[in-house]
């Protein structure tokens, strides 16, 4: 007789008791997922640790970086990389003694300073070079070349040293030291700030001149400029 009672159903307080064992299993998996929900909710609203922090920046606000100034948003590509000392040398424009004096000063580096920008409003950023000495970075020479027709041309030049050019908001500033008879080559008595504009003729005209006078006070021996002593 008890060997018939091993295929029986279970008894209805076994079967009780497998339900109320199922009812707090579920009890508990419905608690663990609202802990882990509280938790989540919890870390989002923290400040610094939310996931917000970390994620990708919203398409607006890639926008809002990447806006430009007026001048920069020009239509205009900048080339690869032009040897401007092979320009500067090749260019029937430069004088002897300019070419003369780009020389390397140290390995193969050359005293010049290139920049691009939009100054003629062409399809191609224009180029300013400068050509300094190699002790004491005095520009001896400013140029701008401009793409035409696959080739660039040289469509301004300044070789009264000391002189610098450069691009400011779409105009060419170019900056000349003064001296008066016996200044120091260190201590310039003031400097001529030039401001040229192209125009629709395809050159550049002079807008305005700025004078600075630099303070008469000197530190240190002065050492003459040559051709003012």
Request: hydrophobic share 35%; aromatic share 8%.
């Amino acid at each position: 007789m008890r060997g018939g009672l091993t295929g029986a159903g279970p008894t209805p307080a076994q079967a009780g008791l497998t339900a109320a064992r199922g009812t707090f299993q579920a009890a508990i998996t419905v608690v663990t997922v609202l802990a882990a929900l509280a938790l989540f909710v919890s870390a989002c609203a923290t400040g610094g640790t939310g996931t917000r922090d970390e994620g990708p920046a919203h398409a607006d606000a890639m926008a809002g970086a990447a806006t430009t100034t007026p001048w920069e948003a020009a239509p205009t590509h900048t080339p690869s990389r032009v040897d401007a000392v092979q320009l500067v040398r090749a260019d029937p424009e430069v004088s002897v003694e300019v070419k003369g004096a780009l020389k390397p000063c140290v390995g193969d580096e050359y005293p010049v300073d290139v920049s691009y920008g939009d100054l003629t409003g062409g399809p191609v950023k224009d180029i300013v070079v400068n050509v300094l000495t190699c002790g004491d970075a005095v520009g001896v020479g400013s140029y701008v070349y401009r793409e035409e027709d696959g080739r660039y041309e040289n469509v301004f030049k300044t070789e009264e040293p000391p002189v610098y050019a450069e691009i400011d908001r779409g105009d060419l500033v170019v900056t000349k030291q003064v001296y008066a008879k016996g200044d120091s080559f260190s201590s310039p008595s003031g400097e001529n700030v030039i401001t040229y504009r192209w125009t629709s003729a395809d050159h550049f005209v002079k807008e305005f001149t700025i004078h600075n006078e630099y303070s008469s006070m000197v530190d240190g021996d002065p050492t003459p400029v040559p051709g003012t002593g």
